[in-house]
């Protein structure tokens, strides 16, 4: 059982950074895909972004491209989100999420973090 624990969120003014973390523990982190995900009040859960096993290939929802960036750290068994000139619009819940496979998906994840919270302010 992979556990994914996220950190980093927090209350940031339009315009400004974070960076997120989602720790994982287990044998499996290296060989799958990881993905980052959302939930905006009284919204779907949405795709934010997913990274390769490797590292090698990323994907972007098109509301985030050019704004943020995937990335990870397999011996240290992390995956990061860097969001920069962040909105209003980004405020939500953002989860990591295990893929079930080894490319950048916007799908097929079956283990999911507890969340961190993000809030951007006008």
């Known amino acids: 059982q992979v556990q994914l624990v996220e950190s980093g969120g927090g209350l940031v003014q339009a315009g400004g950074s974070l960076r997120l973390s989602c720790a994982a523990s287990?044998?499996?982190?290296?060989?799958?895909?990881m993905g980052w995900f959302r939930r905006a009040p009284g919204k779907e859960r949405e795709f934010v972004s997913a990274?390769?096993?490797?590292?090698?290939?990323?994907t972007y929802a098109d509301s985030v491209k050019g704004r943020f960036t995937i990335s990870r750290d397999n011996a240290k068994k992390t995956v990061y989100l860097q969001m920069n000139s962040l909105k209003p619009e980004d405020t939500a819940v953002y989860y990591c999420?295990?893929?079930?496979?080894?490319?950048?998906?916007?799908?097929?994840?079956?283990?999911w973090g507890q969340g961190t919270q993000v809030t951007v302010s006008s």
């Open positions: 999420a295990r893929a079930t496979v080894a490319f950048a998906t916007r799908d097929a994840y079956d283990n």
């Open positions: 287990g044998r499996t982190f290296s060989s799958v895909a």
């Open positions: 990274i390769s096993w490797a590292g090698t290939s990323t």
